[in-house]
């Protein structure tokens, strides 16, 4: 399994940006999709959006599509979400994930980073 650690998270004012990181460790991290899911207080964990092991197919969930923007760059193992338009609705840890090619789950989770936004 790969190890994920994310950073940037923090808090922002609504309308704002951020820019979540994820650094994996591993030579095998180009074999891995990426993705990164979110989960705030009292509600279940919610896909955020996803990039294939050669970045060339993003997907994203309805909530943050045409705001969020996520990439990987194979050479350095990491794989970022850039945020905008924020709003307090986006509030939550963000965690980074990732799913082996042959896998139908993602198996390896990082630690989670906090993103607040205030209204």
């Known amino acids: 399994q790969v190890q994920l650690v994310e950073s940037g998270g923090g808090l922002v004012q609504a309308g704002g940006s951020l820019r979540l990181s994820c650094a994996a460790s591993?030579?095998?991290?180009?074999?891995?999709?990426m993705a990164w899911f979110r989960q705030a207080p009292g509600k279940e964990r919610e896909f955020v959006a996803s990039?294939?092991?050669?970045?060339?197919?993003?997907v994203y969930g309805s909530s943050v599509k045409g705001r969020f923007t996520i990439s990987r760059d194979n050479a350095k193992n990491t794989v970022s979400l850039q945020m905008n338009s924020l709003k307090p609705e986006d509030t939550a840890v963000y965690y980074c994930?990732?799913?082996?090619?042959?896998?139908?789950?993602?198996?390896?989770w990082g630690q989670g980073t906090q993103v607040t936004v205030s209204s």
């Open positions: 994930a990732a799913k082996a090619g042959s896998s139908a789950f993602f198996g390896s």
């Open positions: 591993g030579r095998t991290f180009s074999s891995y999709t």
């Open positions: 990039v294939t092991r050669t970045n060339d197919n993003t």
